[in-house]
Nanobody, 118 residues
């Protein structure tokens, strides 16, 4: 069973930064695409960013372009989401999604809370 584990969330003031990490143990990390999604209270889960297995291609939601950067280190089985210039509307539970590039199977983490507030 693939179990992504997120970390790095917390409370930050507007304009601040956080770096989220998605980690999985004991797997060929380069067999998975990785995505970040978020869900605010009372709202549906929404796409934030994604990176392909090789790291060559990335994509972002319009709301985070220019502020967030996704990256991955396949040797360390980790992916990161660097979040800068955070806004109160970025407050949400952030989830890591991994998808096997061969089987298409999808695995979700439990989420890490990000709260942007003064």
């Amino acid at each position: 069973q693939v179990q992504p584990v997120e970390s790095g969330g917390g409370l930050v003031q507007p304009g601040g930064s956080l770096r989220l990490t998605c980690e999985v143990r004991g797997r060929n990390f380069n067999h998975y695409g990785v995505g970040w999604f978020r869900q605010a209270p009372g709202k549906e889960r929404e796409f934030v960013s994604a990176i392909v297995w090789s790291g060559d291609r990335t994509s972002y939601a319009d709301s985070v372009k220019g502020r967030f950067t996704i990256s991955r280190d396949n040797a360390k089985n980790t992916a990161h989401l660097q979040m800068n210039s955070l806004k109160p509307e970025d407050t949400a539970l952030y989830y890591c999604k991994m998808q096997n590039i061969r089987s298409g199977n999808v695995y979700w983490g439990q989420g890490t809370q990000v709260t942007v507030s003064s």
